[in-house]
């Protein structure tokens, strides 16, 4: 039986483009005489479909479409993934379905049974769960089909308190009583940089101990702040990843099911550092965010630090250098290094930018002040000035000009609220606010890996806001090596501040740092959405009480 | 069987204060001689606890606040909610259960069954259903112990398209078959202007078919966005309320359960306007958020429009007027009427206000954009400009003197993305986020029932931003009550385009509101926390994708 892989690049919502890019695929999968053709979970309406689901015309539009794709299916069978209404007026309202057309025929909806409801997935806030697996027969062979999650029944966790088993069930134990010739998984699985790593394992584990050859869609491309990244595989009995498709990339493939087991693990690297992997999604989520909300052109604060300049390095990569804008807005407080690192930098990238004068306005807004200001003391009020004028100006010319803003907060500053709200925390979306501070120096490294790009002043000055005279980061907070590690531990694993003084981490910092993190809640709440590249970012799959005390 | 009824207001994550308040009310409720004392859902740590159930740490705290409460419990039985681990090792990790506690020991733990995951409730993300509900004897009686949503096996739902049965199970029907003497719910429900009737018609079919007295605590006060309102009630077995217990207030009681079924409904109120309620909710929101954020002094822009004097006056009402400091900050587009009416509302709540200049400002931003305007045209991007101005002094006033600034855009606004990003939306809360602008006008003829507070010129004259000459709100939209009503159906209860047109909504507005609903997506998720009033807030309870396209 020849298998075409379909791994595809959907828009959420847009029903109509997704059903094209199915039928264009079926309709060369035909050409390749395959004689099944498998798409992702939930590919009709893209993932993560969110609250769309609850709107009955959502529903029927999903429905038309499976209509619409049957279509094109005569001599070829069609997995894809869609919603289904749930016939039973007892639970919830749809399942999230695989459905097998063949004939022109929808032949079987098969539903999924483990539905991920934790970190970024509320699938049970919408799907009822299956609780009959059920095989499906294609040209003679037996298929164990499965959507995503149902292959996880068992799972590593990031954190100790967690658990490795979240169901009751494992679909897979039943339906290997079916004797399956092979397990397909239809899935929507997002980008962490441990992600395939977790994956791969949770694969090569179903494979071998069930002795089934084994084949796995993902969908590619960022929905708002989550990134796929595509890696669909074919694996076979010894657990061995026998083809791959491309990563942060749409790929198609054509299989042979009786050639898997003939073959030996692909030479086809499967493996990219962190920091690669982390450089490709945030390139690949800008992009996406870019193409898919209808803007060419993007625009951020040059500073001539390190964040801004990777941000901006990140943005020409995804959308060119001639859409990405720079503004330079110095302060008294800004070096002369700075300013020239910020020119360099947009010479480097080759993209536009210009220099915008925030003196006046600075005096000017002080002087409206003074009535309620009597005392005309500087302090972090004023520090914060600065930093609105500027965000006021990058919207304004976003305004006149519709570049949208790119915000360059990174994942540090976001944990322990450096930073001013409606200042440097505007922007359109969130580029590196799930990459701390010390990645940050490693992916601009990475970028400048052939030549320098990102000057090496902004790489090697001390971080500063520059919002005072002779501000340094490190005044407030530890140096960023210890800072970051404690955030890890305290944010991606949960551990409490007992756990992390026993790691040997200061208590002072652990008490000064922990407590930084709690109490800005307030600020992140109103963070534009941060693309997602580890196991916990901020944004929806982190969900804190604004007004807690803990 | 003396029952004492503790209806308290706790602190999401305070685990301490919390466990103080109920350890008070235990000694209280021992002092009355009360044989049993009922708390609410989660009241050891508040609700809702959000992600600060995935903290080991956190879970070890409620399990010692329990042990704490339990050297209290000597003649008396407790019954309180918190949080407990799963021993088995398949499934989630927590239970959310209601402790018996007895003799100084904990004598059962029964777990929730029904796991609200919809709307603003995300229980399945942390809490694994009940499989088996237990009956539990204290003193000789047979009570059928439930948590919030284990009596909503039906329920009404607002939306068309939504089922009104979301689960397989219904606990009650499996616990009456040990006939219990009394059915027990705590409960942790909170506001919106609708869920009282409905919480009654629940309350009373369950009494009433099972023939059962039923008595039920819910939490009272807010925590960030959630207003909860109390309002615990007894039930005889006619479905009849005996006693009901104080809205929006922290209350206490005593009843005999034995005299439950002698006594005829109670004559106290229990049913408030809409408009009274919408009111109630959000002082109680907005004076809970400020207490339980360590925050005493607001401050917000006064424009002479209805918004703002609608949000000072509950605010005065919360916090009282001294600590209410309004900024007037007219521009050269606002009528000499604003800001006479700004200064009339002023007075009248007697609260502190003062009036900042704005155009010094405003032109030292346009000279210092001249480099990338070159045209000098005034369009949305200058009136913006007004509005980011006003949002940066109000920060820095914020800033400077500690006072929480204040959001006052009102729900219509912010559906249809009227509303400047960083400048009006600025706020560390949104008072009036979920009330259409009919109800702000319903809500201020509300607060003038006795005399004129809010100045009859804000309530008369046309909506307008007065970010250009002679600007209306009818301008670009139609009139509020037409595109209120468009809203609700719209967002409450997510009726299609099609569905719209069909109900009389001429198709031109249909289509315009909709698509401005659509595309504000990325401006709602910058917003501060707002007010949940309605059965369909913007917020956590309504998650759309930012770059969706439908």
Redesign the interface.
Known sequence: MKIALAQNNY?????E?NTNKINEQIIKAKKHNADLVIFSELAIC?Y?????L??????EKSEKAINNILMHVDNIAVIVGAPSI?A??????LYNSAYVLQNGQIKKIIHKTLLP??DIF?E??YFEPNETPEIVEINGHTIALTICEDLWDEQPVD??????????KAPMKKLVGNNPDLIINIAASPFSYNQEQKRKGILKRNAHDYQIPLIYINQVGA???LIFDGASKVLNTNGEIVKQLKRFEEDFEIISLEKIEKQGPTTHNTSDSRIKQIHDAVVLGIR??FE??GFEKALLGLSGGIDSALVAALACEALGAKNVHG?LMPSEFSSEHSVSDAEKLAINLGMPH?????K??Y???N???S???PNNTF???EE??QA??R???L???S???GNMLLNTSNKSEAAVGYST??GDT?G?LSPIGDVYKTDVYAVSRYINRNEEIIPSGSIEKPPSAELRPEQQDSDNLPDYDILDRMLFEFIER?Q????LIGMGFKKSDVLKVTHLVNIHE?KR?????ILRVSSKAFG?G?????????
């Open positions: 828009h959420v919502g847009n029903i483009a893209g993560p479909p969110l609250d769309l609850e709107q009955k015309s959502f529903i749930n039973d007026p007892e639970g919830k309202k409801t934790y509320d049970y806030r954190q100790p308190f967690a658990q490795t088993r979240l169901y009751k929905n708002t702040d996406d965010y898919k909300s503004l210009q220099t915008l004068a925030i006046d306005v005096n000017a807004i002087k409206s002040l009535p309620v200001f302090d972090v009020t914060n000035i609105r004028i965000g006021l100006l919207m304004a010319y305004n006149k000009h709200l409606y505007n359109g949960k409490s501040v007992d756990d307030y709440y109103q963070f534009p959405p929806m982190r969900r804190y009480p604004v007004v807690a005390k803990f």
